[in-house]
């Protein structure tokens, strides 16, 4: 599938350079499919100041003519992916590298659109307050020519220390510690939401935080985090279903890599896992659950099980770490050394796995022949859903007009041909 453009032969540059420099031109992709409507569409894309633009206003209104025709050779023009978990890549560790946080986010945000993706969140896994306090002002709110930066996932320190994974022990937190200070109190008062401000030191840079909902005493905090717009995630846990579902009416919408560091399913009380097909979920709520397809942490049946149960909350997830797209070695994560070994991550030394080094689209093809989806339901699991999770469907994850022009350019095989952002391409796959 070549990609062919065709420009304005009054204009002066070469027609990539005219892609590259500008998005404010009306660019006509042509020859393609969309990804549109829950389905694909024989039928071009218009793109123009970055966004995707309505054709019939352009032909009738304006009278005006693509100034480049993108003829890109049948292939499936798709949103862009959206990752809400990925703890870094390319040899950087977003929690463990403090002095270059900037420069390593820019690395990963510029390595990432060679899979397709246009949108992430950095996550950082449990740290030392200090660590936190020095590295969420630092990570950058955008990155010129790498994907777009949606606010940081914190994954910990409120977690359960008996699900902590690779997560270092000692630096995990309570989340309810207690105010003595005022004697009025006859019992001393729960300090929940400060308590996160504390340890994080601002959550104005925080879209995602996972916490184990059994260890949240204080019932009010979940709720001041979601009116905050920060999204609760619910993950390293030891929560029976009857604590999820209280945590779900607070406002907790998201569970944290279904299945990895949770109880695993009991058919008289199935944990966090229940919650896919919980009666006890608000009228019109969904709940959504990421999942890591990248062929070792979630067995192909559990894949199936996760979207035959509840495939409208599915989001695929890399849970990617440093070592993704770097070669077998000793790495690190957080504040605990790693190892790659035979294409998996492990704490080094021990057999516990730590993190994917499986990028987006390697895992939404492994999804899609793991439980034989439609080729849209897996590429809407890593767009729409993630997307519709943090309630930024109208900008991200389709190709709606008006929605951004972050989008991605497909082989039949879901490999991924070029990726583009606000309608300029920042990257192309070289035969």
Known sequence: MDVRIKCNSEEPESPEQKILASSQRLLQFTNCRLVRDHRIIHDDLWVRDGRIVNPEPVFFDERTKAHCRIDCGGAIIAPGYIDLQINGGYGVDFSYDTETIEEGVATVARGLVKSGVTSFCPTLVTSPSDSYHTILPRIPAEVPKGAGILGIHAEGPFINPQKKGAHPEHCIQTIDKRDHSNVTFRLPRLKGLSTLKETYGSLERIKIITLAPEKVTDPEVIGQLVERGITVALGHSMASLSDGERAVQQGATLITHLFNAMLPF??????????????????????????????????????????????????????????????????????????????????????????SIAPMDECVRIFQKATDCSVVYAIEAATLHPAQCLKIEKQKGTLDFGSDADFVLLDDQLRVLSTWIAGVCVHRTVK
Do not use: M, N, W
Request: hydrophobic share 40%.
């Open 266 to 355: 009991h058919h008289r009380d199935p944990g966090l896992v229940g919650l896919l097909a919980s009666d006890a979920v608000p009228h019109g709520r969904t709940v959504y659950f990421g999942i890591i397809s990248d062929g070792v942490h979630t067995h192909p049946a559990a894949l199936r099980i996760a979207y035959r149960t509840h495939p409208q909350g599915l989001i695929l997830v890399t849970d990617a770490i440093s070592a993704l797209g770097l070669e077998e070695g000793v790495h690190h994560i957080g504040q605990l050394p790693l190892q790659v070994k035979q294409g998996k991550a492990f704490i080094a030394g021990t057999e516990t796995l730590c993190g």
